[in-house]
């Protein structure tokens, strides 16, 4: 086989020209298309833009959520009606059986009847034969008329209770709709709250936080002063929040810590009490890395970002942490 003879100069130049030309073409479509850049992303919210959409979003889920249950309300309605058409269907039904049979059974007296004269037994001293066939005839009418009845009444009741299920099949699609919708808007209402959670002061790139000193007149640092005032717009708080404390140990005289009190007293906290207690402590796990929290404790469990885990018997209800939350921050 013989070898390739090599490219000559005015080859190769052709073929670095083409390439050139290629790659300028692409650059050209890329700007004239608008391929984004690093440089070029979408800027960052504002909290007032993040404010004003979490209004709307808040407007439009209570808008969703009252139709919801409109709907509700009137599929149970319907759901109602048709147990009751449905019941009617069945008496119907029975009444039909009913007429139909004595029907069948006036008709069947006629014919035995009518191939030869009535028995013996079925005769009085004075009813006539002619007497009693006008008889037999008027029951056969009456009962026919009644087995119409029934038979319409049937009809009615089956078409209606058909009308309810049909009803109900689309209200309950339309309420399944409604219910998703809603828990969409509710899930950018969450994402927009996420947005708004502001990160605490001294946060290295690495991820790590620099050491503060407490200030102002609440002698607490000022990532543990935005942990508290931000668990306060977040949460409807029920009780005091207690953080500086001279007299103990922990991060409290450090000006690191405060206490989320959920029932006042040393008492138990209410079932909604702990409800609150469980939402602001998952709250502040779940944003631990942008607000700087270093544990969390709550009804004798600790909780350092991998998971709760039962701490020994301090003796008591406040020293057991069962009736506040306690955030510690780095």
């Known amino acids: 086989m013989a070898a390739a003879s090599p490219a000559s100069p005015t080859s190769r130049a052709s073929a670095t020209l083409r390439h050139r030309t290629v790659v300028a073409a692409c650059l050209m479509l890329a700007f004239v298309l608008g391929v984004p850049t690093a440089g070029s992303a979408a800027p960052k919210p504002t909290e007032a833009e993040l ?11 209570d808008t969703l959520i009252e139709a919801y249950a409109a709907k509700r309300e009137s599929l149970a309605k319907a759901q109602k009606a048709e147990g009751v058409a449905k019941k009617n269907l069945r008496k119907a039904e029975e009444s039909l059986t009913a007429a139909k049979g004595e029907v069948d059974a006036i008709a069947q007296l006629r014919y035995q009847s009518g191939a030869s004269s009535l028995p013996v037994l079925m005769f009085s001293d004075n009813m006539s034969g002619a007497a009693l ?8 009418s009456a009962h026919l008329e009644g087995f119409a009845r029934s038979r319409d009444d049937r009809k009615k009741a089956a078409e209606l209770a058909a009308r309810l299920t049909e009803r109900i099949r689309g209200e309950a699609e339309e309420v399944e709709e409604q219910r998703e919708e809603a828990e969409g808007v509710i899930r950018d209402i969450k994402k927009k709250l996420d947005q708004l959670v502001p990160v605490g002061s001294g946060r290295r790139s690495n991820g790590t936080w620099t050491p503060q000193l407490p200030n102002g007149s609440d002698n607490i640092t000022d990532r543990t002063r935005n942990m508290r005032n931000t668990i306060g717009r977040y949460f409807k708080l029920t009780h005091v929040v207690g ?4 007299d103990t140990f922990g991060e409290h005289p450090l000006g690191r810590a405060c206490d989320f009190m959920m029932s006042s007293g040393g008492a138990m906290p209410s079932a909604a009490g702990v409800r609150l207690g469980d939402e602001i402590a998952a709250w502040a ?3 631990r890395a942008k607000l700087g929290v270093k544990y969390v404790i709550w009804r004798q469990r600790i909780n350092h970002g991998s998971g709760w885990r039962f701490m020994s018997d301090r003796g008591g209800v406040t020293a057991n942490h069962y009736d506040h939350v306690h955030i510690s921050m780095f």
Request: with cysteine.
């Open 51 to 61: 404010r004003k959409d979490l209004a709307k979003l808040n407007k439009k889920v």
């Open 133 to 140: 066939m006008e008889q037999l005839t008027a029951q056969q």
């Open 243 to 246: 953080c500086y404390r001279y």
């Open 285 to 287: 796990i779940k944003n």
